[in-house]
Every structure is written in structure tokens, then in C-alpha cells.
């Protein structure tokens, strides 16, 4: 069966998760499992690109994962770096546009350079939009949208009977992008874990019990079938 192209999600979110269980099982090192997810993050990519998603958002760091053990986080920091510089080609081809949405002053310096620079020459790409969701925690995209507007409020540039879900929305790192249609988890945990919370309230959610290093295009897009295959009311009847 194909997809029908009426109804492909405007915006699709993953929560890449289960890489440490993965490299558990093989007996490997938990970066080991990181460095196989990236590769599925890769063709992940590329299969979305494909099938005209107007925009992918990646959780591929938590605000909380900075607990993890050093060793650990560096190890996914050089990930994140490598992947960025090697997938630069790749998204300028692609007519991807590259947006990190998170603490972006909180990543170390030569994740930063990379990153700005791929967003730099990709800003004009218009076909899809690559959102990687790094030292993101969503209560903390929240209270960050509450001080910008609180500032503005006090500054007399916003009346607070003016507030509206749009201008929420508008505050938020996801600005001028759809609300998510269809949020993806791997790994079989069946929590949101701090993941867009504004933006995924109307959301189709999908768990999926497969380890990110194993989820493959197959998998997704019979996912987005399964998505398509839904009735979503938003509260009204049809
Ligand atoms: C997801 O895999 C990647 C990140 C959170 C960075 P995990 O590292 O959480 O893998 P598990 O959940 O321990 O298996
Ligand atoms: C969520 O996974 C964060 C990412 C996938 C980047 P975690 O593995 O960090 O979340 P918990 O610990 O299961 O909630
Ligand atoms: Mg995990």
C-alpha cells in the first residue's frame, strides 16, 4: 500500500531512544549505540526529505541527559559534531534547512561553530526543515517564551488580554512551523520525557518497542501509514 499524499504529517517528531540498550545487548559501549543511531538518524533524514515531511524534529538531547557521565556526553557531543559535518553536503543537496532548537549557548564550542555554520549556508532551503532538538527540555522552551512575553508585557509592547495560542506559539523555538502531527518514541517507554509539550497537544502518538539502532525506513513508514489510516477529531465528530 502507498502513502497517500493528502495526508502526509505536516511535521513529524521522534524520540530516538534505546541506543544504550541496544550496545547493552551486543555487549558494546553504550557510545557505540549512539554512533549506530546516528546512521539510522541519517537515512531517517533522508526518507522524510523523500516523502515531502515538511518538517522532521529529532530529540537527540535532553536538558536532562547532561546528568549522564561525562564520558558519555562528550562521546555524543563528537557524534553530534561529526554528523552535522558530514550530512552538510547532503542537506544542501537536499534542499534541507537546518535549525538546532534547545540551549544552544550550553553546547560546547565546536558543536556550536558546526552547527551555526550548516544553519548559516542551509537558511534558505526551503523543501524541509530539520529540527535537532539539543539541551532541549520543553518546560524550559516554556518558561522561556513566559519571560519574552512577560518582558514584553512590561514594556508596554503587548497587552496581556492580547495573548493568544498563536502568539504562544510564536515564542516558542518551533516560530512559523506546524504543530507536530504524528510524535514517534523507540524504544518501548511509553513517556513524553520533556519533549515539546506546547507542540505535540494534538498529536497522534506512536510507540514503537524497536531500539533506535534497529528502527529503520520500513518502520517509519509504515508508521506514517498507520498514521494515516487515523481518525482525528479534535474534539468534534465526523
Ligand atoms: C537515546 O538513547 C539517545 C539519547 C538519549 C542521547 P539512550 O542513550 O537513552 O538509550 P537507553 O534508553 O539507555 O537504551
Ligand atoms: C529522551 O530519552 C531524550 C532523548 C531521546 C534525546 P531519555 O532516555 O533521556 O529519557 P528517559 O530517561 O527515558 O526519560
Ligand atoms: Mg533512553
Known amino acids: 500500500m502507498e502513502l497517500d499524499p493528502d495526508k502526509i504529517p505536516r511535521h513529524i517528531a521522534i524520540i530516538m531512544d534505546g541506543n544504550g540498550r541496544w550496545a547493552k545487548k551486543r555487549l558494546l559501549n553504550r557510545i557505540n549505540g ?6 539510522v538518524v541519517r537515512t531517517i533524514v533522508q526518507t522524510a526529505c523523500r516523502l ?4 522532521l524534529t529529532l530529540f537527540a538531547f535532553s536538558t536532562e541527559n547532561w546528568n549522564r557521565p561525562k564520558t558519555e556526553v562528550s562521546g555524543l557531543m ?26 544552544f549557548d550550553k553546547l560546547p564550542p565546536s558543536v556550536r561553530d558546526a552547527l551555526q555554520s550548516v544553519m548559516d549556508v542551509t537558511s534558505r532551503n526551503s ?11 520543553a518546560r524550559s522552551e516554556i518558561v522561556e517564551m513566559a519571560k519574552q512575553l512577560a518582558i514584553a508585557a512590561k514594556n508596554g509592547d503587548l497587552e496581556p488580554n492580547a495573548i493568544t495560542p498563536e502568539i504562544v506559539s510564536d515564542h516558542m523555538y518551533t516560530k512559523g512551523m506546524s504543530d507536530v502531527d504524528l510524535l ?48 482525528r477529531r479534535f474534539g468534534a465528530i465526523t
Open 34 to 39: 549512539h554512533e549506530k543511531g546516528m546512521g
Open 78 to 103: 563528537m557524534l553530534l559534531r561529526r554528523f552535522v559535518v558530514t550530512e552538510r553536503r547532503t542537506m544542501i543537496k537536499n534542499g534541507i534547512r537546518l535549525n538546532a532548537i534547545g540551549q
Open 184 to 231: 514517534i518514541r523507540t524504544s518501548g517507554e511509553m513517556r513524553i520525557s520533556n519533549f515539546l509539550l506546547w507542540q505535540i497537544a494534538y498529536a497522534e502518538l506512536f510507540f514503537t518497542k524497536t531500539l533506535w539502532p534497529d528502527f529503520s525506513e520500513e518502520e517509519f513508514i509504515s508508521i506514517i501509514k498507520d498514521y494515516q489510516s487515523r481518525d
Open 52 to 55: 515531502h515531511i515538511p518538517t
Open 127 to 137: 523543501d524541509m526543515v530539520l529540527n535537532l532538538a539539543l539541551s532541549y527540555g
